[in-house]
């Protein structure tokens, strides 16, 4: 398994590491991995929600978007009222 070395990680939250580390019943490498295993995920997540939500959209083959009202316009519009 590859080691991984952190340089200068904030005291701080080491100590928070540790305490949950030990409740847990886990070493700090192990509970550093569960956040990290986390963010990735729901990384990835996002990631596949924006690509759905983009081929959602081209299949939609809007032709008259030039026609459309320009966005900005639209929203200076509706701060005048």
Do not use: G, H, W
Not at 10 to 33: G, H, M, T
Not at 37 to 57: G, M, P, Q, Y
Request: aromatic share 4%.
């Amino acid at each position: 398994m590859p080691l991984l070395q952190v340089r200068d990680f904030p005291e701080d939250l080491y100590d928070e590491f540790s305490k949950v580390a030990k409740q847990d019943n886990r070493s700090i490498a192990q509970e550093i991995i569960v956040p990290l295993r986390s963010a990735f995920k729901i990384d990835t997540e996002r990631v596949k929600r924006r690509k759905a939500l983009l081929a959602e959209a081209r299949a939609l083959n809007i032709d008259n978007a030039d026609k459309l009202p320009d966005s900005a316009d639209l929203v200076r519009e509706d701060r005048e009222r």
